[in-house]
């Protein structure tokens, strides 16, 4: 990542911070990964070449820069759904910025609707919106992940009873390896295909 996409990444960090603490409406904040966590979930997505990510939740393109920057140089694409118009807006000019904006497809509507009609294979997903619908989006991503596939969700521990029903969902998947990595606010780690 080059010195000018990280300097953008640290504006987006310190925006994200002054704007959320002035914002009362939590569906106007932007409620940005925090580095550490953007950190590792870039290498893992790098690490494990990734081709075909999907992010739900793209919020202002923070996460989704830090995602088209790990794959983006080895021909990988990412896919980012988000259903505010505005903040996707927003995204498209931060990516546009980042010099990423051919990598990533912005797709803004409901998150469940929008995956039920994708194709895949995914071969890196990262649950970052609703953690109320995402059991239901990980059953319709399910039959379209590559044979392994990174799973990836944040709020892991800050939340602990929005997303008790995908944690529960990824623990009883057969073949799955799973990690919950106190980072930021928690970040759920999965990968499937190990038998």
Known sequence: ???EVRKLLVELEDLGQAHDAAESDRSRKFLNLEPETAQIVSMLARG???TRVLEIGTSTGYSTIWLAASVAPAGGR??????????????RENLTKAGF?????LRCG???EIVAS???PFDFVFFDADRISAP??????LPKLAPAAFLLADNAL??????????TAIENLPGIQHALIPVGKGLSVALTGLG
Do not use: W
């Open 1 to 3: 990542m080059n010195a």
């Open 48 to 50: 494990s070449r990734a």
């Open 78 to 91: 990412v896919i980012s759904i988000d259903r505010s118009a505005d903040k996707q807006k927003m995204a």
């Open 101 to 105: 904006l051919e990598a990533v497809e």
């Open 110 to 112: 409901d998150a469940t």
């Open 118 to 120: 994708l194709a895949g």
């Open 136 to 141: 239901t989006q990980l059953v319709l991503l």
């Open 158 to 167: 800050s939340h602990p009873a929005e997303i008790a029903d995908y944690l």
